[in-house]
């Protein structure tokens, strides 16, 4: 975590990160309306590169955890796990108490 104390935070910090958030928001709103205006004029190619896209990403995505899976080397086994029995340990509380 960059800032584990937010209240110690500089003051630019705070104001750099309502900039950022305030770029996004106009950014998106600018994105849907630049989107609804596609979709009016050009509505068949608009829908074939969306629907690309999103193939496209969900593709990536799955490559991606498949590449990790494939390329990730397998966990040693665990040898040293003591044995559990289901006998309560009653010698060892009449020991401390004797």
Known sequence: ???PDWHHLPTTALANDRAVGGAIFAG????????????????VLTLEVTAFIAVALILGILSWIGYTMATT???????????????PKTEAV?????
């Open 1 to 3: 975590m960059l800032y």
């Open 28 to 43: 998106s709103v600018l994105g849907i309306a630049v989107y609804g205006l596609l979709l009016f004029y050009e509505v």
């Open 73 to 87: 080397p397998s966990p040693e086994p665990i040898s040293d796990i003591p044995e559990v029995t289901a006998e």
């Open 94 to 98: 009449e020991k401390k108490t004797a």
